[in-house]
């Protein structure tokens, strides 16, 4: 790519600065929300430049605070014409371990690259059953960088929003009592376990009994007397056959009571999935089936027994919703830190899993007005030798090679621009 007579252009020479008389794209609607982590872990205190400035937009968004107009901006030396959003597991993280490239691609990312330049990242997850905040920590400590809650996106985040909805919900996946919690923190009024109903009666689930810890933990009820209003799948369940159980018992039960049994089988309550990827990439060599497998389980259970279809929701990618927030996180630093109201004009986004990330990716490129590039790896699901249902612009071995495709062509683009409008090559 770049030749010996070529000096490397700063970033300043190609970049067009528009005022904001010239940035016409306005703020779009509220769309999910973010989840918050306590107080004392947002103050980004030596947050990098772009952890810190990504959770300034971050909030910003959820308070719908933004000016109406960018005013003067503090100098960055980030890039802001593109960024990159990266799937986690598979991609950085495998089996509770970094992938060895992704600490290097980090430090690329960060400046350390043959151009100088800073380029911004978020995270966008579908994994789940830990909170946020501890994802972050987590994540900040196998990649050796600061990342920051704004900076990170997850499939269960439009979960927050239905918790005004509902008033009793069941809570399933996760470890011990973590997703109940994490249920709680997002404001669910009243969150019930599958353990709750375990203990109110142990005939509920004939090859499973609770172990003491988890008696204790759970909560006493009376279930003749509660109405449960929907199923959230927060997170992996860890016993299938008596998750299953309790959630069908509830799709056939009159209005969500359980021990009675409706005559249609229309009266059960919503269930909704924090995500839909049937399988994911774990510290074993092949793929682990996952939530999504839940789901076409569910359904099919549900047909076997009353002939009737089930209609489920997931969230997460591929749902447009994602990226959409996404692009307005990205929008509102960009705003923020350079002063212009539009979306950085291309994100990268690398992902492992060509259902989730690659069609998702795909898809809202058709739509949004910026450019959304999609690279699969080969460190997770993908695994080459087979030809993925839905084609990425580019395949690369590793996230680090991911990272320095998306430098380069960035590269590339911008001496490209340069050469048309001087009609001379940069010295
Ligand atoms: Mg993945």
């Not at 990242?121 to 946020?132: A, H, L, S």
């Not at 019930?192 to 009820?221: M, Q």
């Not at 060509?354 to 490129?365: L, M």
């Amino acid at each position: 790519m770049s030749g010996p007579s070529l000096v490397i252009p700063s970033e300043g020479r190609f970049m067009r600065r528009l005022s904001s008389n010239e940035a016409t794209r306005e703020n779009i609607k509220l769309g999910p929300t973010v989840v918050v982590p306590p107080k004392h872990l947002m103050a980004p205190s030596d947050a990098s430049e772009v952890a810190a400035a990504m959770e300034t937009a971050r909030h910003e968004l959820q308070d719908g605070a933004s000016p109406a107009t960018p005013t003067s901006p503090p100098e960055s030396s980030v890039t802001d014409k593109y960024a990159f959003a990266f799937d986690i597991d598979g991609v950085l993280i495998r089996g509770g371990r970094p992938i060895p490239e992704a600490i290097e691609a980090m430090k690329m990312l960060n400046g350390d690259n043959e151009y100088g330049v800073k380029v911004p990242y978020i995270f966008v997850t579908n994994g789940g059953g830990k909170t946020e905040s501890e994802r972050c920590v987590q994540l900040s400590k196998q990649l050796e960088i600061e990342v920051s809650p704004g900076q990170f996106i997850c499939g269960h985040t439009p979960m927050r929003e239905m918790a005004e909805k509902f008033n009793t919900v069941l809570v399933v996946g996760g470890e011990g009592e973590k997703c109940r919690l994490v249920a709680e923190g997002y404001g669910f009024k009243d969150v019930v376990t599958p353990g709750d109903i375990i203990k109110d009666n142990e005939d509920t689930t004939p090859f499973r009994t609770l172990t003491p810890e988890e008696y204790k933990n759970s909560r006493a009820r009376n279930f003749a007397e509660v109405e449960i209003e929907a199923i959230f799948v927060f997170a992996d369940s860890r016993d299938w056959a008596s998750d299953q159980q309790i959630i069908l018992d509830l799709l056939m039960s009159k209005n969500g009571r359980l021990g009675t049994r409706s005559e249609t089988f229309e009266e059960g309550p919503p269930v909704f999935f924090s995500h839909n990827d049937v399988v994911w990439s774990a510290s074993h060599d092949l793929t682990r089936i996952g939530m999504g497998a839940l789901r076409v389980s569910l359904e099919a259970m549900f047909k076997a027994v009353t002939g009737k279809e089930l209609k489920t929701t997931a969230f997460g990618k591929p749902q447009i919703g994602t990226f959409e927030f996404a692009t307005r996180l990205l929008q509102q630093w960009r705003k923020d830190t350079h002063g212009i109201n539009c979306p950085p004009d291309t994100v990268y986004f690398v992902g492992d899993t060509p259902e989730s990330d690659i069609r998702g990716t795909n898809e809202y490129n058709k739509h949004a007005e910026n450019n959304w590039y999609s690279i699969l790896v080969r460190t997770g699901v993908f695994q080459e030798g087979t030809k993925p249902r839905f084609q990425p612009k580019a395949t690369v071995d590793n996230v680090l090679e991911a990272v320095k495709h998306g430098i380069e062509r960035e590269y590339r683009k911008a001496l490209k621009a340069s050469i048309e409008s001087t009609g001379v090559i940069l010295e």
